[in-house]
């Protein structure tokens, strides 16, 4: 297993156009998260998976923003009718939601450009 | 609910001088803290963590930080700055029960001068 791996690292689309992300967890992992970096911020929460259910969405994530993880494996986000605010660095990290917490493992992240 | 500060956006030191770069938290139960180091258009890696035990924690790169409940710090430290240290540093606290969602401070770019 080579970590957590996301795509695409890069992508420019025009204002009002749809994207999808991808990400790949650690497989044994049953934690996947969602964060979002904006310039010379910290990453913020966006939304997190157990297995296949999504549990918790922050107030970050508006309509416009949809996350799946239909199996329980991959995950995928979406973005509808970009907006210029939305560029930033999508993080993806997973863990194994269990005790003694380790941290997350974060992937390479995909950062969104807004024309 | 949590919270993380970290003082100094921008630390600038020379290579070989002493890297101090501070933490300060807030959490109405035991806190995890870590420190993440993030180079340009990468993802995160983790440097080290603070679960229990000793609080003198000892992670990568000869990087190591002190959890201080009585100042509520997390400070990082190492000895000798190295050029390639250069990069963005986050300290982040977690609640490990439900969600165990990271919050983090807002980084401070750290930059060596040679």
């Known amino acids: 297993d080579t970590g957590v791996s996301q795509n695409p690292r890069h992508k420019i689309t025009k204002r009002g156009q749809n994207v999808t992300f991808r990400c790949d967890p650690i497989s044994e992992h049953n934690r996947l998260y969602w964060y979002r970096q904006t310039l010379g911020q910290g990453p913020e929460f966006l939304t997190y998976?157990?297995?296949?259910?999504?549990?918790?969405k922050s107030r970050l994530l508006s309509d416009r923003f949809s996350a799946e993880r239909p199996k329980g494996s991959f995950s995928t986000l979406e973005i509808q009718r970009t907006e210029q605010g939305d560029s930033a660095m999508y993080l993806c990290?997973?863990?194994?939601?269990?005790?003694?917490?380790?941290?997350?493992?974060f992937g390479s992240g995909t950062r969104l450009t807004v024309v | 609910a949590q919270s993380v500060t970290q003082l100094g956006s921008h630390v600038s030191v020379s290579e070989g001088a002493l890297v101090l770069l501070r933490c300060n938290y807030s959490?109405?139960?035991?806190?995890?803290l870590f420190w993440y180091v993030q180079y340009p258009n990468q993802g995160l890696q983790l440097l080290l963590k603070?679960?229990?035990?000793?609080?003198l924690v000892k992670g990568i790169n000869g990087f190591e930080a002190e959890f201080k409940k009585s100042e509520t710090s997390f400070h990082l430290t190492k000895p000798s700055a190295h050029m390639s240290d250069a990069a963005e540093y986050f300290c982040?606290?977690?609640?490990?029960?439900?969600?165990?969602?990271?919050?983090f401070g807002q980084g401070t770019r750290l930059t060596i001068n040679p």
């Open positions: 990290a997973s863990s194994t939601g269990q005790e003694p917490f380790y941290g997350y493992t």
């Open positions: 998976f157990q297995n296949e259910a999504q549990l918790e």
């Open positions: 982040a606290v977690v609640r490990i029960q439900g969600a165990q969602k990271l919050v």
């Open positions: 959490s109405s139960v035991p806190p995890y």
């Open positions: 603070y679960t229990t035990g000793a609080t």
